[in-house]
């Protein structure tokens, strides 16, 4: 292979000609000869040919997350979950074991119990927030432990460079999701960790228009994953990857001011606490956090998310939910407007109200995306919501 069928990191340089890139919809290319087409047809060159095998939009934006992520390349997908079962299955074999924490994504933990094991492979859940139960896990010879931090919704945060290390030292492949703390907030492979995964959805994409996941990682991997989605054909349409390029000169500016804001908003939350009216606000970078030590290790600010649990279960999650004026009721995060979400009807609504509970979600636990609407407008509505419920 002369060069990736994937994106790489390219070097910086001053714009030239169109300051936006084309954006290019042809499913297939004319080749001059049948050299060419050989070449191209068995992946052997990289370049305009078919769109499942890859497309120049693709790549532009597959460049920018990897040089992002500082890694050797990225592949995109058409969607998150199809980034991370692409990659999981790109790397699982039959008779291979794969440990998946209690503490994940519902979408990941729904494909791990319902779907890997009708291919062969053998799932081992363990508690992520304990080393010694990966260490366990560890011992069983897994060929690939996924882990997730922060961890949706709960906020709690995984110990990466540890994690990564006794990942390497038994021999296993370690695959994070870090789809809630992008760069600049928290950058995985720095850490240690040999594969990172996001759903582009979110803050890649940033303005709630567009689906898309990205793995990126090292060369011996990326190969795997580019040819097993060539294979099996998820890969991200023109469109979608020409916005995520369109997003892409603002994403530290959203960030930023998205992180301030979630900043801001857990202090003035706090004060519902002290009255009584909420049970917890829970955010990364607050001093009562439980990991705020690994917070000021391990990322750059607390991230953009902030979690609320309100007394009375999943009835009054429910009707302050239902009263919220300003803050937008849906699934997704990461975007310019702010979000809420219950968990259990959206993120974790595949699993039991007893798989919940195993995950450290409490029925009242309510999830803000923080997004450009400024703290005090998005305190002001969580608050009259929780007040009018009362």
């Known amino acids: 292979m002369d060069t990736p069928l994937y994106g790489t990191p390219k070097s910086h340089h001053a714009p030239l000609g169109p300051l936006s890139p084309p954006l290019m919809r042809a499913s297939s290319t004319a080749q001059p000869d049948a050299e060419s087409v050989r070449a191209l047809g068995t992946a ?8 499942r095998m890859g497309h120049e939009n693709c790549r532009q934006f597959e460049s920018l997350a990897a040089m992002r992520e500082g890694s050797d390349g990225a592949v995109s997908f058409a969607s998150g979950m199809a980034a991370m079962s692409g990659s999981m299955l790109a790397l699982l074999r039959v008779g291979d074991r794969v440990l998946v924490p209690h503490e994940v994504y519902g979408g990941t933990a729904a494909f791990a119990a319902q779907d890997l094991p009708r291919f062969g492979v053998e799932v081992i859940r363990f508690r992520a927030l304990e080393l010694g139960d990966l260490r366990k ?10 882990l997730e931090t922060p961890i949706n919704p709960t906020l709690r945060l995984v110990d990466l460079a540890a994690c990564a290390l006794l990942c390497k030292e038994a021999g296993a492949t370690s695959l994070v999701d870090g789809t809630f703390a992008p760069p600049p907030i928290q950058r995985p492979i720095a850490l240690g960790v040999d594969l990172v ?13 567009l689906l898309a996941g990205v793995a990126c990682g090292r060369h011996e991997h990326m190969r795997l994953i580019e040819q097993f989605r060539r294979r099996t054909g998820a890969i991200l349409a023109p469109d979608p990857a020409w916005l995520l390029c369109r997003s892409w000169p603002t994403l530290d500016l959203r960030i930023n001011a998205q992180q ?12 519902l606490v002290r009255e009584g ?5 829970i955010y990364p970078g607050m001093p009562s956090h439980p990991d705020r030590d690994l917070c000021a290790r391990q990322m750059h600010g607390g991230g ?21 004026q300003v803050v937008a009721r849906g699934p997704s995060l990461g975007s310019v407007e702010s979000l809420a979400s219950l968990p259990s009807f959206t993120t974790h609504a595949l699993l039991s109200a007893e798989e919940r509970r195993a995950a450290g979600i409490p029925d009242g636990l309510l999830r803000i995306s923080v997004g450009l609407e400024g703290a005090a407008a998005i305190a002001a509505d969580i608050e009259q919501a929780v007040r009018r419920t009362a």
């Open 44 to 51: 052997q060159r990289s370049g305009e040919f078919y769109q």
């Open 137 to 146: 896990g560890l011992a069983q010879r897994p060929k690939l432990v996924v």
């Open 197 to 209: 995964v996001h759903s582009a959805t979110k803050f890649y994409g940033g303005h709630s228009d």
């Open 260 to 271: 301030d804001a979630a900043r801001e908003l857990a202090h003035r939350l706090s004060a």
């Open 277 to 281: 009216q909420i049970d917890d606000v």
């Open 304 to 324: 953009t998310m902030v979690s609320l649990i309100v007394p009375g279960g999943l009835d009054r999650a429910r009707r302050v939910f239902d009263a919220l």
